[in-house]
């Protein structure tokens, strides 16, 4: 049986990994009403990887037979000035996830669960994943001075975001 602290634990990432759904199928939906299709793409892109790691916390916790509690999901955030302060929400909402995650990690270390321990090295190389992404999109608007203003560089934003999310371009590399 897991203990309580780690159920407690597992029950509140479910929550933030549906959050993290919702709050990415909400940029999508600011940018797919301002025009901005490959960004939007992007982010709906992330909504079904969103689920897909709350569900491996739900499998997980069923395995264990650990009682799963869902929970409201509070309304992700709406309001943005423009796509550089999107992306960068983005970057800092994975810096978030994956401090979560590293905690989750350090109680089960203590708690000598190696078993959920194990279980969130899947975790932890995801969030790497997600940050070098992430962070590679930060290092791209800082390079090329993208300010979020419509014009060519908003296209090429665009055409850069849409090609990460069909995985045709590395984030570093573009
Ligand atoms: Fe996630």
Redesign the pocket.
């Known amino acids: 049986m897991l203990k309580e602290n780690i159920v407690e634990l597992l029950n509140a990432q479910i929550t ?2 549906t959050y ?1 759904a919702q709050l990415y199928l909400q940029m999508a939906m600011w940018c797919e009403e301002r025009g901005m299709r490959g960004a939007a793409s992007f982010f709906r892109s992330h909504v079904p ?2 689920m897909n ?2 569900d491996k916390l739900v499998n997980y916790m069923v395995e264990s037979g650990a009682k799963v509690l869902i929970d409201a999901v509070p309304a992700p955030r709406a309001d943005f000035d423009n796509l550089v302060e999107v992306l960068r929400a983005a970057y800092a909402h994975e810096q978030k ?1 994956t401090a979560q995650i590293h905690h989750i990690a350090a109680t089960a270390l203590d708690e000598k669960d190696f078993s959920t321990f194990n279980m969130l090295q899947w ?1 932890i190389a ?2 790497r994943e ?1 940050l070098v992404l992430f962070r590679g999109i930060v290092e791209h608007i800082e390079l090329t001075g993208f300010t979020g203003e419509n014009g060519v560089a908003m296209v090429q934003m665009n055409r850069y975001l849409h090609r990460l999310a069909s995985g045709e371009a590395h984030p570093e590399l573009s």
């Open positions: 933030h990994e993290a990887e969103e790691h709350r996830v975790f995801e969030q997600e």
